[in-house]
């Protein structure tokens, strides 16, 4: 496959070349906050950079008219109206966590979710590296929007930490704690490369990482 970059010389995008690499897969395309840089034309392009990145990425796919996998976070809904936009024309998978840890997590809190009633306090803890710029994380925000309520967020910004999140559910009486934690990019750049080669054979849509990995 013929891949693009968009955050090529990140933390995501170098680990997201050393893994695409590995797999046999060509990198034609790369782009950064001052440079661009495109050999042949991409196949699919795959974005983990930055909110501010958004309105380019945007146009670069107007443009080129090619597949996105886009795990940047920090999207509001004006940008997610622009994803489904462009999803009329090309297909989009969209996550705020590759991860496969995190979508079996995303399963066990809704299962959980069944079970607790008002009584119950439920909160959500996460912990990133210190270079990590939104807050709380996309994921955070994410596994909360699965609970019927709106609930109660921490967040701590240490060191080298890959990714750390815990939803506890507490009574009065007991405590029940999901908790996951990614301890290498490769968590997350795996299905990143799911998504890539899973989306050359998809029709235009708009495509959640869980609808790829369950097929
Ligand atoms: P980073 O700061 O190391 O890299 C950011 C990249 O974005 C750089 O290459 C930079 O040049 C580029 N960039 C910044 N502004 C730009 C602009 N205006 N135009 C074009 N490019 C621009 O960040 P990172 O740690 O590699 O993380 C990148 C993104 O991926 C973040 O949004 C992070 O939260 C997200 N992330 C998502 C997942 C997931 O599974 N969805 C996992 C980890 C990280």
Same mark, same amino acid.
């Given at each position: ?7 090529? /010389?990140? #933390?995501?995008?170098?680990?997201? !070349?050393?893994?695409?690499?590995? +797999? ?24 983990? &950079?930055?909110? !501010? ?21 920090? =999207? ?12 009329? !024309?090309?297909?989009?998978?969209? &996550? ?18 069944? $079970? ?20 709380? /994380? ?19 910004? =240490? ?10 559910? +507490?009574?009065?009486?007991?405590? =029940?704690?999901?908790?996951? #934690?990614?301890? /290498? ?11 890539? !080669? ?8 708009? $495509? /959640? ?7």
């Amino acid at each position: 496959m013929k891949y693009g970059i968009i955050g090529y /010389s990140g #933390r995501m995008g170098q680990a997201i !070349e050393k893994l695409f690499s590995k +797999a046999g897969h060509k990198l034609v395309y790369q782009k950064d906050e001052n440079s661009e840089k495109e050999t042949e034309k991409p196949e699919v392009i795959i974005d983990f &950079s930055l909110k !501010e990145a958004f309105p380019k990425t945007v146009r670069v796919i107007e443009e080129k008219k090619v597949p996105l996998v886009i795990g940047t976070t920090g =999207l509001d809904e004006d940008d997610f109206a622009k994803l489904d936009k462009l999803a009329e !024309e090309v297909p989009v998978i969209q &996550s705020f966590n590759f991860s496969i840890g995190i979508n079996i997590l995303s399963e066990l809190i809704k299962k959980v979710n069944q $079970y607790v009633d008002q009584d119950w306090d439920i909160e959500i803890s996460e912990t990133h590296h210190r270079f990590k710029k939104d807050k709380p /994380s996309g994921t955070a925000i994410m596994l909360g929007n699965l609970l019927d309520r709106d609930i109660e967020m921490h967040s701590k910004r =240490l060191g080298s930490e890959f990714g750390e999140h815990e939803v506890d559910f +507490a009574s009065t009486g007991e405590v =029940l704690t999901l908790k996951h #934690r990614a301890y /290498s990019r490769e968590a997350f750049t795996r299905g990143a490369l799911l998504s890539a !080669e899973a989306i050359l054979d998809l029709k235009p849509g708009f $495509y /959640s990482f869980p609808e790829i990995l369950n097929n």
